[in-house]
């Protein structure tokens, strides 16, 4: 982990990071949380990580200005971490695309399993 940690301090030009079904879990986390050095990011995903409290994530995704797709389908994400999540979300004015799956997290949404833009709203099917 220490190696991605290092990486991602100097990829100011990344633009997607796909470390889907990777097992990252919360010590996995610590080293995504330097993506604020990677400025150009546009797309992140994380899907299939069992991560259930994404409080570091949160606040890099706060701060990563480009991020426009963002993808944490199929984690078990507690309701606090929902919650830090949120807001971070509500932030990032630039998000046009997220993934999260209500399903894996235990709640129950109409728009389990679906994505939706950020700006519409899901209607019932």
């Known amino acids: 982990m220490a190696l991605l940690e290092a990486a991602l301090t100097k990829c100011t030009t990344l633009r997607a990071l796909i470390l889907a079904n990777n097992s990252l879990l919360y010590r996995g986390l610590d080293s995504v949380s330097n993506l604020r050095a990677c400025t150009s990011l546009s ?3 994380l899907s299939n990580n069992g991560i259930h409290y994404p409080d570091v994530l949160a606040s ?3 701060e990563c200005c480009s991020l426009t797709d963002l993808s944490l389908a199929g984690n078990p994400i507690c309701k606090l971490g929902l919650a830090h999540l949120a807001i971070a ?4 004015k630039e998000l046009e695309l997220v993934d999260i799956n209500f399903s894996a997290c ?3 949404s109409s728009a389990c399993g ?3 833009p ?6 019932e099917e």
């Not at 979300?89 to 990032?92: D, S």
């Not at 950020?118 to 209607?123: A, K, N, R, V």
């Open 43 to 45: 797309r992140l995903d």
């Open 106 to 108: 235990g709640l129950m």
């Open 114 to 116: 679906h994505q939706y």
């Open 60 to 62: 890099a995704i706060h």
């Open 118 to 123: 950020m700006s519409s709203t899901p209607t």
């Open 89 to 92: 979300l509500i932030q990032n």
